[in-house]
T-cell receptor, first 111, second 112 residues
Framework: DTAVSQTPKYLVTQMGNDKSIKCEQN?????MYWYKQDSKKFLKIMFS???????INETVPNRFSPKSPDKAHLNLHINSLELGDSAVYFC??????????FGPGTRLTVL | AQSVTQPDIHITVSEGASLELRCNYS??????LFWYVQSPGQGLQLLLK??????LVQGIKGFEAEFKRSQSSFNLRKPSVHWSDAAEYFC??????????FGTGTSLTVIP
């Protein structure tokens, strides 16, 4: 029973394409996040949703659009992919105690 | 500026030796404090957390951390390192409003 799952695990695509990453949590949490981890392992928050409502939107290009159909799901859609978008993207779910539970990550490679 | 600092980018220790990873933060109030570990190709796993109360917190895998308000620090320690502890370690702070910030990470290498 995976607490936070992401699909796909690996994503290789050409520049200019549009792609989506899906995230689901079965922990019953209200708050979910997307993080980007660059090649130097630096982790940066991108978005946060609380009960389907966007509450954090860091300085991220508007080519990135999160969507939360319900509080258990937070998907990330990326338009017009660029080389610099290559990274590992982590989804996370936050408990009421502020602890974050992370998914396994999606390694995106843009060629 | 508000930040989470891990001054050691890379640490190498011998198996069985003690370990201390440093973390400092610069936020107005005492935030929630966390240490996470990331093994190669894996997601992040919570080692321990501090919210309030006893400043010495125990975590999984034999790790502990001590919160020192006067130094704005939350250093991670382990008395005897195992080869399986080789990984990337991240200090993190949680603030009100669901903000969450990570340090830049410390890569740990364990020598047999």
């Amino acid at each position: 029973d995976t607490a936070v799952s992401q699909t796909p695990k690996y994503l290789v695509t050409q520049m200019g394409n549009d792609k989506s990453i899906k995230c689901e949590q079965n922990l019953g949490h209200d708050t979910m996040y997307w993080y980007k981890q660059d090649s130097k392992k630096f982790l940066k928050i991108m978005f946060s949703y609380n009960n389907k409502e966007l509450i954090i939107n860091e300085t991220v290009p508007n080519r990135f659009s999160p969507k939360s159909p319900d509080k258990a799901h937070l998907n990330l859609h990326i338009n017009s992919l660029e080389l610099g978008d290559s990274a590992v993207y982590f989804c996370a779910s936050r408990s009421s105690g502020a602890e974050q539970f992370f998914g396994p990550g999606t390694r995106l490679t843009v060629l | 500026a508000q930040s989470v600092t891990q001054p050691d980018i890379h640490i190498t220790v011998s198996e069985g030796a003690s370990l201390e990873l440093r973390c400092n933060y610069s936020y107005g109030a005492t935030p929630y404090l966390f240490w996470y570990v990331q093994s190669p190709g894996q997601g992040l796993q919570l080692l321990l957390k501090y919210f309030s109360g006893d400043t010495l917190v125990q975590g999984i895998k034999g790790f502990e951390a001590e919160f020192k308000r006067s130094q704005s620090s939350f250093n991670l320690r382990k008395p005897s390192v195992h080869w399986s502890d080789a990984a990337e370690y991240f200090c993190a702070v949680g603030l009100t409003g669901n903000q969450f910030y990570f340090g830049t990470g410390t890569s740990l290498t364990v020598i047999p």
